[in-house]
């Protein structure tokens, strides 16, 4: 019943762009607070992104801050990530997850997580 899906993933060169989205349904969206994480071969995974459950306040990881830029459409129950200036670092797996109330970049625990979309940064 309860789904996060992301969608958007692809193979792209250094310096290019994606989108990806993470769809919500089976829960009340609109009361979450939503969070990008990513898992590079071989490592733990890595807080990306937050977004506040109105879309009202954002938070960064230092490594993609000017870069990345989250977003929300409740109305769609959709969250969104704009990445740019893709570097082969970024390179991951990236997940949505969601949490009711408030979240961080180093949260660990989500009450709803999805099965995430790859990003590949190679020439």
């Known amino acids: 019943q309860v789904q996060l899906v992301e969608s958007g993933g692809g193979l792209v060169q250094p310096g290019g762009s994606l989108r990806l989205s993470c769809a919500a349904s089976g829960f009340t969206f609109s009361t979450y607070s939503t969070n990008w994480v990513r898992q590079a071969p071989g490592k733990g995974r890595e807080g990306v992104s937050c977004i506040s459950h109105r879309g009202d306040s954002t938070n960064y990881a230092d490594s993609v801050k000017g870069r990345f830029t989250i977003s929300r459409d409740n109305a769609k129950n959709t969250v969104y990530l704009q990445m740019n200036s893709l570097k082969p670092e970024d390179t991951a797996v990236y997940y949505c997850?969601?949490?009711?109330?408030?979240?961080?970049?180093?949260?660990?625990?989500?009450?709803?997580w999805g099965q995430g979309t790859q990003v590949t940064v190679s020439s």
């Open positions: 997850a969601a949490v009711w109330g408030s979240a961080t970049l180093k949260s660990t625990l989500y009450d709803y």
